[in-house]
């Protein structure tokens, strides 16, 4: 079953919120989803993968356009988005970068879209930025200044690219060294959290070439034990029956892979949803991989929607000429994205619920969103990358 349409505009307007993008008077109250309506799901797909640059830059060159006029430039926003996200190559350059590449959309054919020429018009918005001097000087500090980006996304300090900087300016054949230097860190962790944990080194990670595994460490176990005391409430009338009924059926189908965490969780999840993940867990044999998968995910994501954090809403009153911006609080439904995680092969899901469970153990408002935008992305998934700034 594939996504809906309205799927993707609930997603999109989700991103718009949390994102804090500020909509334009014509777009505010029910005009946006008036406004996206006329695109197709295909195009919406695209558009809900994006992130807070490429979503602003779709806001304001879509105004007045139909999809037609845009089909080309989506295309060619998307192939730029995958390169510049979290498990692209360019994955290092700067919001003012990526602003830049932005607004030279409109003189790119699509198959002219590569990572050397993206990276050349990133290098001459650094050029713009800092100014040229003359002669090798120049060149030679241009790669400097994208060296230094570089750097500081792979987590070194000021003073430590200061120090390499002051070598190659004495010794510029030691320039391409810059971007083979090994990365410090993997995580930069949000200050919200920074006291309650220390985040695993590099080594503690799980190559790119072996099959994942679920992280199952004693401080996850807690943390997550903590988020199951917190969502239980009690459930009656027929919701609590029907809950029940599609429970057992479950339980007949799992056997011994439905632990107490699960059960207690699965008791809280709508029956709709409820439904949806026993249609699912019946595609799977008892002994397979993937019926745990889905256990996880539907345990995981769950617990996840039930995280609140903060944000911003438009929205436009009788009582108000303009539309006024307030602050609310509400979780992200995760559970839009069980269709999504289900074409996912078994290594990939897995690495999902991975990063699902770091961000039980350390919830935050941007390791969420995150998530829920590269499962619409479908741009690949790292532990690591998920608490990077």
């Known amino acids: 079953m594939s996504m809906q349409k309205s799927d993707y505009i609930y997603m999109i307007m989700d991103n718009i919120m949390v994102y804090h993008i500020n909509l334009p008077s014509d777009l505010q109250g029910n005009q946006l989803q008036r406004h996206l ?27 007045g356009k139909t999809q037609q006029d845009l089909a080309e430039v989506l295309k060619k926003m998307e192939k730029i988005s995958l ?16 602003q830049y590449i932005l607004t030279k959309l409109g003189s790119l054919n699509l198959n002219q879209i590569k990572e050397a020429k993206i990276s050349k018009i990133a290098d001459e918005q650094i050029e713009k930025e800092f100014g040229t001097t003359s002669g090798a ?34 010794d510029p054949s030691k320039l391409d060294a810059l971007f083979t230097l090994q990365p410090k860190e993997i995580y ?12 695993p080194s590099r080594a503690q990670q799980p190559s790119r070439s072996q099959p994942a595994s679920i992280d199952r460490s004693q401080q996850t176990q807690n943390a997550i034990e903590q988020h199951v005391r917190s969502i239980e409430h009690e459930i009656t009338g027929e919701r609590a029956k029907k809950v029940e009924e599609i429970i057992q059926l ?62 911003e809403h438009w929205q436009t009153s009788s009582a108000a000429s303009h539309g006024s911006t307030g602050v609310y609080t509400a979780g992200i439904n995760f559970g839009r994205y069980d269709q999504i995680i289900r074409e996912f092969p078994d290594n990939k899901l897995a690495k ?9 153990q350390n ?27």
């Not at 695209?46 to 979503?55: C, Q, R, S, T």
């Not at 930069?188 to 985040?199: F, G």
Request: hydrophobic residues 35%.
């Open 37 to 63: 309506n006329k695109y197709d799901e295909k195009y919406l797909g695209i558009v809900a993968g994006f992130d807070k640059n490429f979503l602003e830059h779709f806001l304001i060159i879509s105004k």
């Open 83 to 98: 390169m510049i996200g979290p498990t692209g190559n360019l994955n290092y350059l700067t919001p003012n970068q990526i």
């Open 137 to 170: 000087s120049s060149t030679l500090e241009n790669q400097l200044s994208s060296a230094a980006f570089y750097l500081q996304s792979i987590g070194y300090s000021n003073q430590e690219i200061t120090e390499k900087f002051n070598e190659v300016r004495q």
């Open 188 to 199: 930069s962790v949000p200050a919200e959290i920074q006291q309650r944990s220390t985040p």
């Open 250 to 311: 479950i339980r007949d189908h799992v056997k011994d892979n439905m632990n107490e965490s699960y059960e207690r969780v699965f008791r809280q999840i709508h029956p709709d949803r409820l439904n949806r993940a026993l249609k699912m867990l019946k595609t799977t044999k008892r002994k397979s991989k993937r019926m745990n998968l889905y256990l996880e995910w539907f345990f995981c994501s769950h617990l996840m929607s039930n995280i609140e954090v903060k944000v």
């Open 352 to 360: 999902v619920i991975n990063v699902a469970r770091h961000i039980l």
């Open 363 to 389: 919830p935050s408002k941007k390791a969420m969103q995150k998530l829920a935008t590269d499962l619409v992305a479908e741009t690949g998934f790292d532990e690591h990358l998920y608490f990077t700034d």
